[in-house]
Nanobody
């Protein structure tokens, strides 16, 4: 019932930048946290960055100083600005949003479809 649509992935040269976006829609009452995860071939899914409604952010050590997560609360959209990209950043990136549904306010935990980020070396 809460749908996430990701965009912004693609092919980029090492050292370049990409901006991912994830728009949530549906029966959203409130959003508690939004975040990005990634999974490289043959690897476990890992947390990239999260941001709570209070503004607290958390980044994986491997992306600190290079990636920035932000939210547009009015649009229920989360962004991931990725700079100084490395080949190690190549992965499928998944958006995650947690919150409460409208009405009866049941919790939800939704995932995007994934967007491929490929950094060419």
């Amino acid at each position: 019932q809460v749908k996430l649509v990701e965009s912004g992935g693609g092919l980029v040269q090492a050292g370049g930048s990409l901006r991912l976006s994830c728009a949530a829609s549906g029966s959203i009452g409130s959003i508690g946290s939004m975040g990005w995860y990634r999974q490289a071939p043959g690897e476990q899914r890992e947390l990239v960055a999260t941001r709570t409604s209070s503004g607290t952010t958390n980044y994986a050590d491997s992306v600190k100083g290079r990636f920035t997560i932000s939210r547009d609360n009015a649009k229920n959209t989360v962004y991931l600005e990725m700079n100084a990209l490395k080949s190690e950043d190549t992965a499928v990136y998944y958006c995650n949003v947690k919150g409460l549904r409208s009405g009866l306010a049941f919790p939800f935990d939704s995932w995007g479809q994934g967007t491929q980020v490929t950094v060419a070396s």
